[in-house]
C-alpha cells in the first residue's frame, strides 16, 4: 500500500459500482446505504463511477438517492441524475475500428455501446445475460458494427480466456494508447473508451464541477481501471476483493464486496479520517 500522507479533510467520496458498491449478486446492502447516508450528516458528498451505461445505474441512482454528477462508461459520458446528458466523449472513427479488429484477433467478442444503445452479435454469446441483469435492459442484435462506429461511447472486449483478455489489453494499450484507454473492468471485460475518458478524468471533472481540490477527494475501487482515480485524489482504499496489484496502488485496504467493504472503508477511513492524517 501507499502511506497516507494527505493532509486536507475528505470533502467528496467517489466510488466504483460493480466489485465495490455491490455484491456479485448485484445487490446494494442496507449497510452501503446506511453509509452513503453517513457521509450526508457528515457533510462529505457523494459519486459514483462505473463502465456500465448511463441507463445501467439508473437503480444504484435511486435506491442511493444520488444528487451528484453520474459518469458512465468510466467517464465516456456525463449525465445528471435524472440521466440527461452533460458530455459524451466518443471514441476516434478510425481507432473504434482497430480495436474492434484486435479484439477479434485475439479471441475475443466485441460489444458496442454508443450513449444509448448497446449493440452485440450474438444475443447468446459470453456474458449478454449477466450483463443485461446487471444493467436492467437487453442489447440490440446487429450483424455489421460499421454504421454506429462514428457513435461509439464504450467497445467491450468479451472473454472467460482471461490470459487473453488482458493480453488484449496490453496490445490495444501500447498500439493505441494515444488514442483510447483500456483497461481491464471485470477479469472477463476489456473496456475502450475515449482517452479523456478513464476514472481519473472523473476525479478531475467533479474536482472542477464542485470546486474541490482533488486533494479532497477519497475514491473506492477494486479494478486495474480504477488505480487512475487512485492516483488522482487525496485518499485511495482498494476493495478487499481486488488483485494485490491494484491493492498495492492504494492507501488502504478494506474488506470484499461479500463482507461490506464498502461500509466498513467509510467508517474506518473516511469518517475517521483524522487518525490517518501524518503529525
Known amino acids: 500500500m501507499k502511506p497516507y500522507k494527505n493532509q486536507d479533510p475528505i470533502r467528496l467520496v467517489l466510488a466504483d459500482v460493480d466489485g465495490t458498491l455491490v455484491t456479485q449478486q448485484k445487490v446494494l446492502t442496507a449497510r452501503t446505504k446506511e453509509a452513503v447516508g453517513k457521509l450526508r450528516e457528515a457533510g462529505i458528498m457523494f459519486a459514483t463511477t462505473s463502465g456500465r451505461p448511463p441507463g445501467g445505474m439508473q437503480t444504484v441512482i435511486k435506491d442511493l438517492d444520488l444528487t451528484t454528477v453520474v459518469a458512465g462508461f468510466n467517464g465516456g459520458v456525463f449525465v445528471t441524475p435524472g440521466l440527461d446528458p452533460i458530455v459524451t466523449r466518443n471514441l476516434p472513427k478510425n481507432a473504434t475500428a482497430r480495436v474492434i479488429q484486435l479484439i477479434g484477433e485475439h479471441g475475443l467478442v466485441a460489444w458496442l455501446y454508443t450513449d444509448t444503445v448497446w449493440y452485440v452479435q450474438d444475443h447468446k454469446g459470453p456474458h449478454v445475460d449477466r450483463e443485461s441483469r446487471t444493467v436492467g435492459f437487453g442489447p440490440d442484435v446487429t450483424s455489421d458494427y460499421c454504421a454506429y462506429i462514428g457513435q461509439t461511447a464504450k467497445i ?75 492516483e488522482n485524489s487525496g485518499m485511495s482504499i482498494a476493495m478487499g476483493n481486488a488483485s494485490k496489484d491494484v491493492q498495492a496502488q492504494a492507501n488502504f485496504v478494506t474488506d470484499s464486496n461479500e463482507e461490506e467493504g464498502f461500509a466498513h472503508a467509510i467508517e474506518r477511513f473516511v469518517l475517521n479520517q483524522t487518525n490517518w492524517r501524518t503529525p
Open 156 to 230: 467491450v472486449g468479451v472473454s472467460d480466456d482471461h490470459k487473453a483478455v488482458a493480453t488484449c489489453e496490453r496490445v490495444v494499450q501500447q498500439e493505441l494508447g494515444h488514442q483510447v484507454s483500456a483497461a481491464r473492468s471485470q477479469p472477463y471485460y476489456l473496456d475502450v473508451t475515449h482517452p479523456a475518458a478513464n476514472k481519473g478524468s472523473v476525479a478531475d471533472f467533479l474536482s472542477a464541477v464542485y470546486l474541490i481540490p482533488k486533494s479532497s477527494i477519497a475514491t473506492i475501487g477494486d479494478m486495474e481501471n480504477d488505480v487512475l482515480m487512485f
